[in-house]
């Protein structure tokens, strides 16, 4: 194959590549070690687990999925299988401030007493309102499990593991205050102008009642004439 139809045959090609590149939202995602402050039915506990936080384009949204790499807590006894439901918090920063919900199954399998428990992964959907570069930071951790809640707060202030650039539906553009004029549109004046063209609008009435009077008396003083013969 010659050289000029190689490069008709991969140009097409390499437009599709770079296209799919340019669409692809800007990403930079972090494993962050997140220390865990957990208050738990038997007590105050602590344990780090690696953080992993990845978002994938939905509509007008992004899924995000939260992953543990290491449990946070433990139960004095078994837990058997799905006796355990997860759900937490991650923190949105930058365009702007949201915290989104996130939760997952529960407990595939029985948890051993006296030992970390592996929290299944984590999933909500966050639609940004503004667009611009959020950051997404883990942030409490809720265990509910045989009727008993444990609260686990990151405790050694966790950088992000995500730095997303979002686009917000319509554009992400503020709506005009109330009462304020669209781009393009014309509010009724209410200062100078309107009390001159107000006032100019009344003298001309005036005048034209003064022309009409005027006429009316000229007419009614000539009276009916007379012919001397």
């Known amino acids: 194959m010659s050289d000029r139809k190689r490069s008709t045959v991969l140009a097409p090609a390499l437009v599709a590549v770079a296209s799919v590149l340019l669409a692809a939202p800007s990403a930079h995602a972090d494993v962050v070690d997140v220390e865990y402050n957990c208050?738990?039915?038997?007590?105050?506990?602590?344990?780090?687990?690696?953080?992993?936080?990845?978002?994938?384009?939905?509509?007008?949204g992004y899924k995000l999925t939260?992953?543990?790499?290491?449990?946070?807590?433990?139960?004095?006894?078994?837990?058997?299988?799905?006796?355990?439901?997860?759900?937490?918090?991650?923190?949105?920063?930058?365009?702007?401030?949201?915290?989104?919900?996130?939760?997952?199954?529960?407990?595939?399998?029985?948890?051993?007493?006296?030992?970390?428990?592996?929290?299944?992964?984590?999933?909500?959907?966050?639609?940004?309102?503004?667009?611009?570069k959020v950051t997404f930071t883990a942030g409490v951790l809720t265990i509910k499990a045989m009727g008993t809640t444990t609260t686990c707060t990151p405790g050694n202030s966790p950088k992000p593991s995500l730095e997303l650039e979002v686009t917000a539906a319509?554009?992400?553009?503020?709506?005009?205050?109330?009462?304020?004029?669209?781009?393009?549109?014309?509010?009724?004046?209410?200062?100078?102008?309107?009390?001159?063209?107000?006032?100019?609008?009344?003298?001309?009435?005036?005048?034209?009642?003064?022309?009409a009077g005027m006429l009316w008396l000229t007419r009614r003083g000539r009276g009916p004439r007379h012919d001397p013969s």
């Open 170 to 211: 319509g554009g992400g553009q503020d709506a005009p205050p109330p009462g304020s004029a669209a781009p393009g549109d014309t509010l009724p004046q209410t200062g100078p102008a309107d009390s001159a063209l107000a006032l100019g609008t009344l003298g001309a009435t005036v005048l034209l009642s003064g022309a």
């Open 39 to 60: 208050q738990t039915p038997i007590g105050d506990k602590s344990a780090v687990s690696p953080i992993d936080i990845k978002a994938v384009k939905e509509g007008d």
């Open 66 to 132: 939260m992953s543990f790499q290491k449990g946070v807590s433990s139960s004095p006894i078994e837990l058997g299988k799905g006796a355990m439901n997860p759900s937490a918090v991650i923190m949105a920063d930058g365009a702007e401030k949201v915290s989104v919900p996130v939760s997952g199954p529960p407990n595939p399998e029985a948890a051993p007493a006296n030992t970390p428990i592996k929290i299944t992964d984590l999933s909500g959907t966050y639609t940004p309102k503004k667009s611009g």
